[in-house]
């Protein structure tokens, strides 16, 4: 009865693969997000959907897109990876978009790119 | 650009005693002030938050922090840790930006 579950928990992979990660939410939330934390522990907001429609798009490169089949899914498919993407990418939920929502963070998934 | 910062990051407490952990924002109006903790291996807890009204906010494990809007702080604080305290902490504000964070390390 996971909150925010993710697949797989370790990714790893070769330079210029195409890979995907996946987040479901059973909270019924309306909100879902995809962070990046890099080896220093440095947490940054990559996208957000409610309802399955984009609502954060921060600067990340096109290499990275965001899918919501339902709003209790969101995956991230990453296109020619690079060494740079290597990382541990968290995926969060939220009842709404509002300013004071709590979010729920799934555990993680680490992603190493050789 | 709204910002907030984590001055410490490393802290090392004995076990039993007190721990404040220092969290700064940058941001003319009243912020939204979260305090999330981060197991190792795991994602992020939400420990507390702040929006508006009392500015001493309880949260779960026995954290509080305390919105001081002349010292543009929120800090939290533990009056006595616990090795399972042992953690990274991180402050963040509504926008979604998070602290660098601290690492906690509690020694017995």
């Known amino acids: 009865d996971t909150a925010v579950s993710q697949t797989p928990k370790y990714l790893v992979t070769q330079m210029g693969n195409d890979k995907s990660i996946k987040c479901e939410q059973n909270?019924?939330?309306?909100?879902m997000y995809w962070y990046k934390q890099d080896s220093k522990k440095f947490l940054k907001i990559m996208f957000s959907?409610?309802?399955?429609?984009?609502?954060i798009n921060e600067t990340v490169p096109n290499r990275f897109s965001p899918k919501s089949p339902d709003k209790a899914h969101l995956n991230l498919h990453i296109n020619s990876l690079e060494l740079g993407d290597s990382a541990v990418y968290f995926c969060?939920?939220?009842?709404?978009?509002?300013?004071?929502?709590?979010?729920?963070f799934g555990p993680g998934t680490r992603l190493t790119v050789l | 650009a709204q910002s907030v910062t984590q001055p410490d990051i490393h802290i090392t407490v004995s076990e039993g005693a007190s721990l404040e952990l220092r969290c700064n924002y940058s941001?003319?109006?009243?912020?939204?002030l979260f305090w999330y903790v981060q197991s190792p291996g795991q994602g992020l807890q939400l420990l507390l938050k702040?929006?508006?009204?009392?500015?001493l906010v309880q949260g779960i494990k026995g954290f509080e922090a305390e919105f001081k809007r002349s010292q543009s702080s929120f800090n939290l604080r533990k009056p006595s840790v616990h090795w399972s305290d042992a953690a990274e902490y991180f402050c963040?504000?509504?926008?979604?930006?998070f602290g660098t964070g601290t690492r906690l390390t509690i020694i017995p």
């Open positions: 969060a939920s939220s009842q709404g978009g509002a300013r004071a929502d709590t979010q729920y």
């Open positions: 909270l019924g939330h309306d909100t």
């Open positions: 959907y409610n309802n399955k429609e984009l609502i």
């Open positions: 941001y003319g109006a009243t912020p939204y």
């Open positions: 702040y929006f508006s009204g009392d500015t």
């Open positions: 963040a504000n509504e926008k979604l930006t």
